[in-house]
């Protein structure tokens, strides 16, 4: 399946509880524009790659509504990027950022690249040429990029740089720069914490004890081990995470400080080699039997019809971006498992992004206590409202937060007077 179908699938769903009229639909779904870029780089002298060392990538930008504010979504570097995929992560971000209450409305971007097969001289050249073809559509006002996976700070600082040899000094025309360089403290932590916050409060409302709610985590990157760090914190036990490299399983929870070090200290950000672990495949994490939570924070799609049956943890928080898709998503709702909807879930990024742009435009620096309280009213707030709408309507909590985002952007373009 498709990804911007699966996101269709989704809006559908909740579409149709709130019986909007199909001309209605068309408008809310189908993006305001969709850019497609070459990106054209000199492959440093040493890397053998062609007759005049050149290597050409296909760039994407896609705004899908701005109803609600300026668009804003992240930039991908992956091979896997597509004008299809981009789409639908652009459309998630509309109703995420609305979810949230954000004054924000949805974009998203990346390259078809491996970033892995590029030296950090290439990445920049990478970013400056991609800047270049799409600086005249983002601005602070308009589309706020930020990074997503394959992408962090360093290409946020190359983007606002080359950015600003086009408009001048405008640090609020994309989040996630280094704290040094008019970045937000806290930006960095910010949605593996929001998921970490989300699953405290949903547990507790479910009445289980964290001590005895054993989480898996798949993807040890940005997302997964900050949420692995805090729910540590919180006492969970972190029975599980993955990487690329593989699944790392303890049975009474793992060390994650000692996780932490292994990854800051391999080359790549890896587990690879790390040796306090059972090692089991790549794809075990997902259907451990004795995980209570589990946390796909890694890729889109990785709970599907041919996984579904096996999948045993009754609680699912989606860090990542569409790891579920709708088929599957109707068989774990039927078994009563609980999913926190990615567009819930791993809103605090975009929270986090949207104080960073608050004080770059007012010149003011927030300490990071105040980064962290305003993180967890926001998601805690977003948390309350979901949960009391899937009650009121009884649907799933991913229906009831796609009603909640789809109402507000609707009524933004009611109010804005020559729309439905
Ligand atoms: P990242 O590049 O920092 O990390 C990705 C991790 O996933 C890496 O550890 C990688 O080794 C691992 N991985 C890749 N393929 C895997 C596989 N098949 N099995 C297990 N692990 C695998 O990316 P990130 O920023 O942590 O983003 C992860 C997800 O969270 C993405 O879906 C992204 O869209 C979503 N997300 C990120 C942010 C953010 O602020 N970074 C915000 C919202 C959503």
Not at 201 to 213: F, I, N, T, V
Request: hydrophobic share 35%; glycine share 10%; aromatic share 8%.
């Amino acid at each position: 399946m498709r990804a911007f179908e699966a996101t269709q699938i989704f809006f559908d769903r909740a579409a149709d509880r709130l019986e909007i009229p199909k001309d209605v639909r068309d408008m809310l779904l189908m993006p305001k524009r969709e850019v497609q870029v070459q990106v054209t780089i000199e492959r440093d002298p040493d890397s053998n790659c062609g007759d005049q060392g050149l290597a050409t990538f296909v760039g994407f930008r896609v705004q899908h509504d701005n109803s609600r504010g300026p668009m804003k979504g992240g930039l991908r570097y992956h091979h896997e990027v597509d004008l299809d995929e981009t789409r639908a992560l652009a459309s998630l971000m509309t109703w995420k950022t609305a979810v949230v209450n954000l004054p924000y409305g949805g974009a998203k971007g990346g390259i078809g690249v491996d970033p892995s097969q590029l030296s950090d001289r290439e990445k920049e050249r990478l970013t400056r040429a991609f800047v270049d073809q799409i600086h005249d559509i983002v601005g602070p006002d308009t589309d706020i990029p930020a990074p997503d996976m394959g992408t962090g700070h360093r290409e946020m600082s190359w983007f606002r740089n080359q950015w600003e040899k086009y408009h001048g000094f405008k640090p609020s025309v994309i989040t996630g720069k280094p704290v040094e360089e008019y970045g937000a403290k806290g930006r960095e932590e910010a949605t593996g914490r929001g998921v970490g916050i989300l699953t405290v409060k949903l547990m507790k409302r479910l009445g289980r004890k964290a001590e005895e709610s054993k989480v898996a985590i798949q993807g040890f990157g940005n997302v997964g081990s900050h949420a692995a760090k805090f729910l540590h914190e919180a006492q969970f036990p972190i029975i599980a995470v993955s990487d690329v490299s593989g699944t790392y399983y303890s049975k009474d929870g793992l060390n994650v400080p000692e996780l932490l070090r292994h990854k800051f200290s391999h080359p790549q950000g890896l587990l690879e080699g790390f040796e306090h672990a059972e090692k089991l495949p790549l794809d075990a994490l997902l259907t451990l039997p004795d995980a209570q939570v589990l946390i796909p924070a890694a890729l889109g799609g990785v709970i599907n019809e041919k996984n579904v049956d096996q999948i045993q943890a009754p609680v699912i928080m989606e860090a990542a971006n569409g790891p579920i898709y709708p088929g599957a998503d109707e068989c774990l709702h039927n078994r009563g498992v609980t999913v926190v909807p990615d567009i819930l879930a791993n809103a605090g990024g975009v929270t986090v992004s949207y104080f960073e742009w608050v004080q770059n435009r007012q010149h003011y620096r927030w300490p990071l206590d105040r980064v962290r309280q305003e993180l967890d009213r926001t998601m805690s707030d977003a948390f309350e409202e979901v949960w009391q709408t899937s009650q009121q309507h009884e649907v799933s909590l991913r229906t009831a937060a796609y009603m909640i985002g789809i109402q507000r952007v609707r009524r933004a373009s009611e109010l804005a007077g020559s729309k439905a």
